[in-house]
């Protein structure tokens, strides 16, 4: 029975390391636990119909549940307005402590810059602005593992040197 009810839930726990949104997020463990709700209700629906009982109203509730989870845990944009601006070379220094043993042309973590993605100068920064803000800033997904150990507080000044335009020297 509980594995029949868990085999949704099961294959979104395994897949989930895609989805840095979810796991990433500080009420991770309530969002895994709405997903395993809704994941044994799609199950209950297939288990429905192959008693010959098709009730659509599981899938459609269940769409909707998944959507509205979607909305409420969307990565939010921070304003900019009234903040200090935050000189660059403290977002180098961060970035130069917590992504270059990876992200570097000569990394030490890696054997080469995962995806090619590189972090030495002020330039490559620049230009990876927006994914660093996605990776780093909304869904927690880098560091890898946060194995460079960077805190919330340097997100935060990631996040908002970001928001006030991504400026460099
Ligand atoms: C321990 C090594 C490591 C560290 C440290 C690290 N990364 Fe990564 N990064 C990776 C790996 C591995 C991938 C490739 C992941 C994949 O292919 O799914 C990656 C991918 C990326 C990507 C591309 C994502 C994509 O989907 O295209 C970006 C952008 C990125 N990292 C930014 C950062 C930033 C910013 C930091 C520092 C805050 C950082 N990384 C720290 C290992 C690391």
Known sequence: ?????????????????HFPFTYGHSYAWL???????????????FNLRHMGRTVWAIPVTAAI???VLAILIRPQTESAAGTPAV????????????????????????????????LDTAAEIKAQA??????AVQTKAMPLGNVT????AERDLLGRWLAQGARIP
Not at 32 to 45: D, K, P, Q, S, T
Request: net charge positive; charged share 10%.
């Open 31 to 45: 969002i895994l636990v709405v997903l395993l709700v809704i994941g044994a209700w799609i199950r209950h629906f």
């Open 87 to 118: 000189p660059f070379a403290q977002v180098a220094k961060i970035v130069g402590q917590r992504c270059a043993a990876c992200h570097s042309d000569h990394p030490t973590r890696m054997a080469s810059a995962p995806r090619g993605v590189k």
């Open 1 to 17: 029975m509980h594995n029949n009810y868990l085999t949704l839930p099961v294959v979104f726990t395994m897949l989930s390391n």
């Open 130 to 135: 927006q994914a660093i803000k996605e990776q």
């Open 149 to 152: 150990g960077m805190t919330q």
């Open 65 to 67: 549940a998944i959507a």
